[in-house]
């Protein structure tokens, strides 16, 4: 798919896993490589950890679910998007952090996910991030969406509200040592579009 800018949207390609780790610590401000710090070998640059998870197959973070932005043969920005199952996944063994974010998106059951959406900072205002959205939209199919944000990221808010998403639940944030300047977690979720609600006796509205 290409947009008015002359950038293509396509699958992301394996070869690609340094872009979305990179893009993918953007997206949560630091905080994924604050958790591949802590879980580097010593002497290991974090960001390998990233790669490594973005290369994986079978994983919620993974090449297969991203789709990029391409602008004159770069990456120009990507998203990373999933279906959430309807059960919630356990808490009682995840840290603080997690266990903050994982409650929202226990909140989100049977929703497509988006876990990363960014931008290079050098690609922005072009509306590649609508753009990937629209993507995601089109891999989630009769799911509404869903996300996580900061409080305090309103650029990234005013794309969402632009979209259609509304906030759905909000909970304190849990830093421990991770530094950032928001408060608290948003979850906001974007209902089905029109090409999949169906009305009653299964026709398509």
Do not use: C
Not at 21 to 43: N, Q
Not at 119 to 144: D, Q, S, T
Not at 151 to 159: E, G, P, Y
């Amino acid at each position: 798919m290409q947009n008015g800018n002359s950038a293509v949207v396509r699958p992301a390609r394996r070869e690609e896993a340094a872009d979305l780790a990179r893009l993918g610590d953007m997206a949560g401000h630091g905080l994924p490589s604050y958790f591949w710090r802590h879980t580097a070998e010593p002497g290991q640059n974090p960001m390998e950890i990233g790669i490594a998870r973005a290369i994986r197959d079978d994983a919620d973070f993974s090449w297969r679910n991203a789709a990029v932005a391409e602008v004159d043969g770069r990456v120009a920005a990507a998203v990373v998007s999933y279906a959430i199952g309807d059960e919630p996944e356990p808490l009682d063994e995840l840290g603080p952090i997690m266990r903050t974010l994982q409650s929202l998106e226990n909140r989100a059951l049977g929703s497509h996910y988006v876990n990363v959406l960014a931008v290079y900072p050098e690609f922005r205002r072009r509306g590649l991030g609508r753009a990937l959205l629209e993507e995601a939209e089109r891999r989630a199919g009769p799911r509404r969406l869903s996300l996580i944000v900061e409080d305090t990221n309103t650029a990234a808010r005013r794309l969402y509200d632009a979209f259609g998403f509304r906030v759905a639940a909000e909970v304190p944030m849990v830093k421990e040592d991770w530094k950032s300047d928001a408060n608290a977690w948003i979850l906001m979720e974007r209902p089905v579009s029109r090409d999949f609600q169906t009305a009653p006796g299964g026709t398509t509205l």
